[in-house]
């Protein structure tokens, strides 16, 4: 097939994801729509059986192997490669509804817009499960075949309605930004989509077509042993934000500051439970009065001026983690 032959490329990043790679590729193969779709699984460097099973399937599938270089590294092979006209990113233990496809590629084709993402499903492991976003009465307002958001800032930061699995992108754009950034091992799709962002016009279809569905690898990893490596790859806010604060429109600064917040208290978060309780500490002085309005943000802001209050927090917290 030439280039223009792919309607759209689907990248799998793929570590030791055995349990639910299959899940994941049948979502893919069993979509809605006559399109010609182009999927590339990335193998980072799994120790289990998960690209024997990959390569049992009787779709053809491109299949890239390496040592294990982390989630963005794997998208950005990916990307490299991708040959559709649009692309998504879709990991390992997440899937899609029927229609995704159908719904995003559609919107896009009708709208000039960079990327477009959808409502979603979020398992985690001991909770119910929960719709994202959260939008109440604003979701009776809009059209269900979706909307081009006036501001995207203004609403991920109300809304967080963004994540990986749940955005389709233009890939021409989306090779444009260089791909994700290797080095941020957390948080690293997040600061990505907030640089695409900075390249046009987004759109949102309020629709429940992903499902993001860690919950049964967390279970059988533990939730310490998969996190701790991306706790302690937090990186300071500062650094996370350098390609986007150099591309953003002044009018949409205000709004970032808000969402920056949101990921500022996340990052201090995984400051605390990677011992750097000081560094989380200062990054709550400096970014809290935009933190989201949550009890965990309230405690946070509360016991950041007070350096001796901090360190029990923080030992609270971790002990917590501990608990989970």
Wanted: aromatic share 10%; glycine share 6%.
């Amino acid at each position: 097939m030439s280039i223009s032959d792919f309607t759209i490329s689907v990248i799998v990043p793929l570590y030791n994801g055995a349990l639910l790679i299959e899940r994941c590729l049948d979502s893919v193969f069993n979509q809605a729509g006559d399109y010609q779709t182009e999927v590339i699984v990335v193998d980072d460097g799994s120790t289990d059986d998960s690209i024997a099973l990959v390569k049992a399937y009787s779709h053809t599938i491109t299949v890239v192997q390496q040592t294990n270089q982390g989630p963005a590294a794997a998208r950005n092979k990916g990307l490299e490669l991708a040959t559709g006209t649009y692309m998504a990113f879709l990991d390992a233990d997440d899937y899609w509804e029927p229609n995704f496809l159908k719904q995003t590629i559609g919107f896009m084709e009708t709208h000039d817009v960079v990327a477009v993402s959808v409502g979603q499903i979020h398992k985690i492991s001991g909770k119910p499960d929960r719709v994202m976003p959260q939008l109440g009465h604003l979701q009776e307002a809009m059209d269900l075949d979706g909307v081009v958001l006036e501001d995207f800032f203004a609403f991920w930061a109300t809304h967080n309605h963004v994540c990986t699995g749940s955005v389709l992108m233009r890939t021409s754009i989306a090779k444009q930004t260089g791909g994700q950034r290797p080095e941020l091992r957390i948080t690293e799709d997040l600061e990505f989509w907030g640089y695409l962002a900075t390249f046009g016009s987004w759109g949102f279809i309020p629709k429940v077509l992903f499902v993001s569905d860690g919950a049964l690898v967390t279970k059988n990893q533990g939730w310490l042993q998969k996190n701790k490596k991306r706790w302690q790859s937090a990186p300071s806010v500062e650094a996370w934000q350098t390609r986007i604060v150099q591309h953003i429109n002044a009018k949409d600064t205000p709004a970032f500051e808000r969402l920056r917040g949101r990921i500022a208290k996340n990052l201090a978060y995984a400051m605390i439970l990677s011992n750097r309780q000081e560094q989380a500490r200062q990054t709550t002085l400096a970014y809290g009065k935009h933190y989201p309005k949550d009890k965990l943000a309230m405690l946070l802001t509360a016991c950041a001026p007070y350096s001796w209050l901090w360190v029990v927090l923080a030992k609270v917290l971790g002990i917590r983690e501990q608990l989970r």
